[in-house]
C-alpha cells in the first residue's frame, strides 16, 4: 500500500459526458501526478501540481482539466468523453515539486467509455 | 522527439537470470528509472541510476551508460512473483521546461517453472 488513494476505482460512462476522479497523496507529499495508462501502453504524463499550484504539463488534452485543493487532493475532470479516453488513470504523490524519480502511485481509475 | 524502447515481452525460467534493456532518445535526459507493474496493479518504484554504472538492489541491478543512451535491468534469481511488466523511465523536462517522467512501453516478464 502506497499511502495515494484514488476514487472511484472503476468507472463507466457515455461518450459526450464529463466524469471527475479524485486523488488524495501519501501524508506529507505535496506533489501530486496525473498518469493516463491505455491498454498495454506506458504511462502518459498528465499533469502536475504542487502545493495547490500547477508546476508541470504533460500531454494533456484542453478537454481535460485537473486542481489541487488547500488539504492537498486533486481532482482530475474529464469532458465530452469519447471512445478514446477509454484508459487507467493514476494518481502518483512525491514530497518535492521536480518529479522525481521515485513516485508513489495509486491504484487507479480504470475508466471505460460507451 | 522522445522515446524510449525496451523489448515488449521476455520469457525466463524460474531461478534464472533476465535482462531487459531500454535505449532512450529525449531531448534532455536527468536520469533514468524502473518501476514494476503487476497485472491489475499500481506501477512500485525500483531503482534509478543518474551516472554510468551499476547499482544493486538485491535481486535487481539496474545499469546504465549515458554515451550510448542505454540502459537494463537485470533480474536475478527469478521468482514466479516476479511475473510483471517492467517500465524504464527518463526524467526529462516538460514542454514547460518543468522536469516529468517519459515512459517506455514496457515489457512483459514471462516466467516459467
Known amino acids: 500500500d502506497s499511502g495515494v488513494t484514488q476514487t472511484p476505482k472503476h468507472l463507466i460512462t457515455a461518450t459526450g459526458q464529463r466524469v471527475t476522479l479524485r486523488c488524495s497523496p501519501r501524508?506529507?507529499?505535496?506533489?501530486v501526478y496525473w498518469y493516463q495508462q491505455s491498454l498495454d501502453q506506458g504511462l502518459q504524463f498528465l499533469i502536475q501540481?504542487?502545493?495547490?499550484?500547477?508546476?508541470a504539463k504533460g500531454n494533456i488534452l484542453e478537454r481535460f482539466s485537473a486542481q489541487q485543493f488547500p488539504d492537498l487532493h486533486s481532482e482530475l475532470n474529464l469532458s465530452s468523453l469519447e471512445l478514446g479516453d477509454s484508459a487507467l488513470y493514476f494518481c502518483?504523490?512525491?514530497?518535492?515539486?521536480?518529479?522525481?524519480?521515485?513516485?508513489?502511485f495509486g491504484p487507479g481509475t480504470r475508466l471505460t467509455v460507451t | 522527439g522522445q522515446s524510449l524502447e525496451q523489448p515488449s515481452e521476455v520469457t525466463a525460467v524460474e531461478g534464472a537470470i533476465v535482462q531487459i534493456n531500454c535505449t532512450y532518445q529525449?531531448?534532455?535526459?536527468?536520469?533514468l528509472s524502473w518501476y514494476q507493474q503487476h497485472d491489475g496493479g499500481a506501477p512500485t518504484f525500483l531503482s534509478y541510476?543518474?551516472l554510468d554504472g551499476l547499482e544493486e538492489t538485491g535481486r535487481f541491478s539496474s545499469f546504465l551508460s549515458r554515451s550510448d543512451s542505454y540502459g537494463y535491468l537485470l533480474l536475478q534469481e527469478l521468482q514466479m512473483k516476479d511475473s510483471a511488466s517492467y517500465f524504464c523511465a527518463v526524467r526529462d523536462a516538460a514542454m514547460d521546461s518543468n522536469y516529468q517522467l517519459i515512459w517506455g512501453a514496457g515489457t512483459k516478464l514471462i516466467i516459467k517453472p
Open positions: 502518483a504523490s512525491s514530497v518535492g515539486q521536480g518529479a522525481p524519480h521515485e513516485q508513489y
Open positions: 541510476n543518474a
Open positions: 501540481y504542487y502545493n495547490g499550484e500547477e508546476r
Open positions: 501524508s506529507g507529499d505535496l506533489s
Open positions: 529525449t531531448s534532455g535526459f536527468y536520469g
